[in-house]
């Protein structure tokens, strides 16, 4: 906001916007390869110096009309302070430090011809020492124009002389926003950005920097920020569901009131369009990065009523029961919708119940029968006993019923085995009899049973167990398997339509290399020298062989979320890419302004 808006005719100068945006991608890319975000320990908790960082304090105190929330995380402090994980002692080096802050330093030095947007950054890298919490107050049936615009943070200024000293100097060049009147003990400052009024304070104490802006402010609002505790807000409540570090990245807005303000604003085409999708009638949107729980999670999450992505969540269904052998490799977990579900979609699809009686006519089969026997929950697993299917159908008599259908019509041959263990069955899809060509030359006959499909299987407790080969289900049977997947996957708390969960070998060493390729290139990039060979190798360090990973999406009661959880940062599967993106941060917060300056030039010669 104190940089360059232009309000005179309510427009944003994208240059301008462009160079903090770049800037922002830089810091995050920096504070995401400095350190790694999470603890496998589920009670651990990241421990954050005071004098570092403090956490988010506006959250618990938004106004019930705030309608969007965002917080953005200190950059310094995400890279300084020491975290509670696998790689934490190896990041809170001295070596690492040392590169770190000459990185800082170099960048810097990159971002001062920016003039007032490399001082904003700089003020971002050096003073920030808690999250930036933006909010939007609009109190119920007040047009768009009557907005309030909240801030907070924590900024490392020891006097309310200093601090005043450096928003002068970020304002001398920038003619949008002027100051009315420093604030003092006693009364707030005033800023003038264009046309809008804006109220600031600035208190040494607690080094809190609070702002409200818009036509709908005042010094009485500015007093009232975060006064009254609100632990009921949706965000507030959102927030422990999906963040709880409360160091993240956090946003959340409630779409029904910023859509409803929006909808005279689209093309109505286009409106209509959205309505039709259902999109226009989502009431909540969050989006977080950061932990959860002592686990790494970054989260989408949409919620909504009425229109076709409403009308197809699919219902809830319980947790998994399987237990498996050993911790597995990997976990793959979906739930198969109901026949009520499967009638929705034929709605919304524009199908009639003879449409769906035709899909499965030429079968003999009734598309009721198939879909009651395989509602439920199919698993894939790789543990100590090898790879297998279990499912757990809702109704365990209808996919009984089924495969005695299968079985009766030649779809498949199925023959019964004596284990020490139980019992076991032979499953084979006689595919050469069912659909290759009968009148093939007897000699190829061979080639045609190649092509029929085998598989094993047992049923225990209402869950089918299928393999490939017996020996897989045969080490099940004669071992006991003990690690619940609901509890190790953390299905039983989120239940989610899919999953998959996996443990990755020498993944943490890999992003530790990655990482310090990363640093190398950004030194090069910005002519500084940093010490490589002062960084440790990974067998000193004794980092960890393995680490988990997880893909979580549910789609149910109205809500619709995907979660990527992990152990150190939320891109190791790429392999280091942050690297990439601070490669690219670093290049557009310097290339971009330089470019765009070209075609400013470039457009006044045109015009002559």
């Known amino acids: 906001v104190i940089l360059n808006l232009k309000l005179s005719p309510l427009t944003i100068r994208i240059d301008s916007v462009t160079r903090l945006l770049c800037v922002c991608i830089l810091s995050c890319a920096l504070a995401l390869t400095g350190c790694s975000n999470l603890a496998s320990q589920p009670d651990s908790r990241i421990d954050w110096p005071a ?151 600035f208190d040494p104490q607690t080094r809190r920097f609070t702002m409200s802006a818009g036509f709908g402010s005042s010094a009485q609002a500015l007093a009232q920020l975060g006064e009254v505790a609100n632990p009921d807000h949706p965000a507030v409540k959102r927030q422990a569901e999906l963040e709880d570090s409360r160091y993240g990245v956090y946003l959340w807005a409630n779409t029904g009131a910023v859509i409803h303000q929006l909808e005279s604003l689209l093309p109505a085409a286009q409106a209509r369009e959205l309505e039709s999708l259902g999109i226009m009638s989502s009431e909540e949107v969050a989006l977080s990065m950061g932990s959860r729980a002592g686990r790494g999670q970054t989260t989408l999450l949409l919620r909504g009523s009425e229109g076709p992505l409403w009308d197809l969540a699919l219902p809830d ?70 790879s297998y299917l279990a499912f757990e159908p809702t109704d365990a008599d209808a996919f009984a019923s089924l495969l005695d259908e299968l079985r009766f019509r030649g779809y498949t041959e199925t023959s019964s085995f004596s284990t020490a263990s139980g019992s076991m069955n032979r499953l084979q899809l006689p595919l050469s009899k069912l659909w290759l060509d009968q009148e093939m030359p007897l000699a190829s006959d061979w080639i045609m049973r190649s092509q029929d499909s085998q598989g094993w299987y047992y049923e225990q407790a209402g869950i089918w167990y299928f393999a490939t080969v017996p020996q897989v289900l045969l080490a099940r049977q004669q071992s006991a398997p003990e690690v619940a997947l609901a509890s190790w996957s953390q299905q039983e708390t989120d239940r989610p339509t899919l999953q998959f969960t996996g443990q990755f070998d020498s993944l943490i060493q890999t992003n530790y290399h990655y990482y310090l390729e990363g640093l190398q290139t950004l030194a090069h990039m910005l002519d500084a020298e940093i010490d490589m060979l002062a960084f440790p190798v990974a067998r000193v360090a004794q980092l960890p062989g393995r680490s988990q990973a997880s893909l979580s999406l549910t789609y149910r009661e109205n809500t619709l979320k995907a979660v990527y959880g992990y152990e150190t940062h939320p891109l190791d599967p790429l392999q280091g890419s942050m690297g990439g993106v601070a490669i690219i941060g670093i290049l557009a917060a310097v290339a971009i302004p330089a470019y765009q300056d070209y075609v400013d030039q470039v457009a006044q010669y045109s015009d002559i």
């Open 317 to 386: 269904s319980p947790a998994t029961r399987v237990q498996s052998l050993g911790e597995p490799d990997y976990f793959f977990s979906t739930v198969i919708p109901d026949e009520a579900w499967v009638r929705q979609l034929a709605s919304v699809s524009g199908w009639s119940l003879r449409d769906l009686n035709q899909l499965t006519t030429k079968t003999g089969l009734s598309w009721t029968a198939v879909v009651a026997g395989l509602t439920g929950r199919f698993s894939v697993i790789a543990d100590d006993a090898g």
């Open 51 to 201: 004098e570092l960082a403090e956490p988010a304090t506006l959250i618990d105190r938004l106004d019930p009309d705030v309608i969007s929330y965002v917080r953005l995380p200190s950059p310094s402090a995400w890279i300084t302070a020491p975290k509670n994980n696998e790689m934490g002692d190896l990041l809170a080096t001295d070596a690492n430090r040392a590169a770190v802050t000459t990185l800082l330093e170099a960048l810097r030095q990159q971002l001062a011809p920016l003039g007032t947007d490399g001082a904003m950054a700089g003020l971002l890298l050096d003073r920030l020492r808690s999250p930036l919490e933006i909010a939007v107050r609009l109190p119920g049936d007040t047009a768009l124009t009557g907005a309030e615009l909240q801030m907070s943070a924590r900024l490392d200024f020891e006097t309310r002389l200093a601090f005043e000293q450096q928003l002068g100097s970020l304002l001398e060049e920038n003619p949008l926003v002027r100051q009315l009147v420093p604030a003092t003990a006693d009364a707030p400052g005033r800023l003038s950005l264009g046309v809008m009024p804006a109220y600031y304070q």
